[in-house]
């Protein structure tokens, strides 16, 4: 059974900086997987931030992130990030990692897509 553990959130003022980590497990390798991120902010629906093929390295981005975020994996450490600089204060929601098993094609922006999610991690930007 995949596990996936995010770290990284926490408080921070607009313009500044937060990595998000997202720990795998339960698998020797993640190749083939597509990995993602998405968020949920109070009274909106979960939304697509980034996503990464593990295999190619291939990144896809919500234009909202775009040249403010970068998603990245370690294949030594099965683990993703999620670089985000100059965050807003629309930035602030619940952060969630997820993993695709077929993540070798197909699309990543999409929830339905994943089999497993993290617990996700809190991102709060004060203005």
């Known amino acids: 059974q995949v596990q996936l553990v995010e770290s990284g959130g926490g408080l921070v003022q607009a313009g500044g900086s937060l990595r998000l980590s997202c720990a795998a497990s339960g698998r020797s390798t993640f190749s083939g997987f597509g990995m993602g991120w998405f968020r949920q902010a109070p009274g909106k629906a979960r939304e697509f931030v980034a996503a990464i093929r593990w295999n190619t390295g291939t990144t896809f981005y919500a234009d909202s992130v775009k040249g403010r975020f970068t998603i990245s994996r370690d294949n030594a450490k099965s683990t993703v990030y999620l670089q985000m600089n100059s965050l807003k204060p629309e930035d602030t929601a619940v952060y969630y990692c997820?993993?695709?098993?077929?993540?070798?094609?197909?699309?990543?922006?999409?929830?339905?897509?994943?089999?497993?999610w993290g617990q996700g991690t809190q991102v709060t930007v004060s203005s």
């Open positions: 997820a993993a695709d098993r077929m993540g070798n094609y197909g699309s990543l922006t999409s929830p339905g897509a994943y089999d497993y």
